[in-house]
């Protein structure tokens, strides 16, 4: 697991969570709720780690839904702090545009 996934599990664990408006957004476009990304966190498989992130440290996670569907989720720590862990983005991946476990883009 990426240093940055876990320090983002720490992070929630300890009710440290914002969800950007960036999030919101997304996850009301593909009819995704805040609990539906929450479920899945812990179980989630980190796809890309990008701790030099410019933004600060980030991760997309591949997390399932409680009906068990795929949601790609960038979690991600702002830059020069330790806290909050912030949901940037949460998304439905597309099929046609990664591999049938979600885990590689197509090429």
Not at 28 to 36: H, I, M, N, R, S
């Amino acid at each position: 697991m990426s240093k940055t996934f876990e320090k983002i599990i720490e992070l929630i664990d300890k009710g440290e969570i914002r969800i950007s408006n960036h999030g919101y957004n997304e996850l009301a476009e593909d009819g995704l709720l805040v609990k539906d990304v929450m479920i899945g966190i812990k179980e989630g498989k980190v796809i890309e780690d990008y701790p030099d992130y410019p933004k600060g440290p980030c991760v997309l996670v591949l997390q399932r839904d409680k009906g068990g569907n795929p949601i790609h989720v960038v979690w991600g720590i702002p830059k020069g702090s330790s806290s909050p862990s912030v949901l940037v983005t949460a998304y439905k991946p597309d099929r046609s545009l990664w591999s049938d476990d979600f885990m590689e883009r197509r090429k």
